[in-house]
Each structure stands twice: as C-alpha cells, then as structure tokens.
Nanobody
C-alpha cells in the first residue's frame, strides 16, 4: 500500500516558477516509478512527467519539455516537479502517482499507475 500527498501548489504569475512535492508513505519507495499528471477544468487528465526507480530516466510531455523537471529523493520518500516559465495553460490540479509494477523504466499511461494522491491546485495568471 502506498499513500501519496502532494504539496507546493498555488497561484503564480505567468513566467514564474513553482516546485511541487509528493511525499510517499509505505515501504519500497525506491522500487517503483513515479509520475505527475494534471487535469485542467473541463479536460481529461494528462501525463506530465515520470521518473524511474533511481531517477536515471525521466520522461516528459512535449508541452512541458525544457520547462519542467522531475526528480526524486529516495532518502526522503519524495518526488518533485520543478516548474519554470509557467503559462496560463499550465493551470490544473496536479497529482502524483505510483506504478508499483515498473521500476527500471517509467510509463506514461495513466492506467499503469496504481496509487494516486489527492492533487494540488496550480493556477497561473496572465
């Protein structure tokens, strides 16, 4: 069983930065992949970024490449999403997710993720 809790969301102006954190409870944190997804009002949830078990491999959605960075600290059971050059279209509820069936590589498919946090709101004003 994995429990995930996000923090770090808020209101920021376009061009600004935020860092989201997701703390995990439970065992074997260093043995599964983690990802961030987001859901904007009226839209389906979409993949943002993922990281494999030790942080060596990262994956990004095209529209956040070069602006967002995912990382993890296995000593703190925490995954991060550093978001720079934020745009109004980045406004969404951001959720972290754990895929306990993959660890060497990470997947971008929502259906592969077993555990989800409740999400944190990110609002980017123009």
């Amino acid at each position: 069983q994995v429990q995930l809790m996000e923090s770090g969301g808020g209101l920021v102006q376009a061009g600004g930065s935020l860092r989201l954190s997701c703390a995990a409870s439970g065992s074997n944190f260093g043995r599964y992949t983690l990802a961030w997804f987001r859901q904007a009002p009226g839209k389906e949830r979409e993949f943002v970024a993922a990281v494999n078990f030790n942080g060596d491999l990262t994956y990004y959605a095209e529209d956040v490449k070069g602006r967002f960075s995912i990382s993890r600290d296995n000593t703190k059971n925490t995954v991060y999403l550093q978001m720079n050059s934020l745009k109004p279209e980045d406004t969404a509820v951001y959720s972290c997710a754990a895929d306990v069936n993959h660890y060497i590589v990470a997947t971008t498919s929502e259906s592969d993720y077993d555990y989800w946090g409740q999400g944190t709101q990110v609002t980017v004003s123009s």
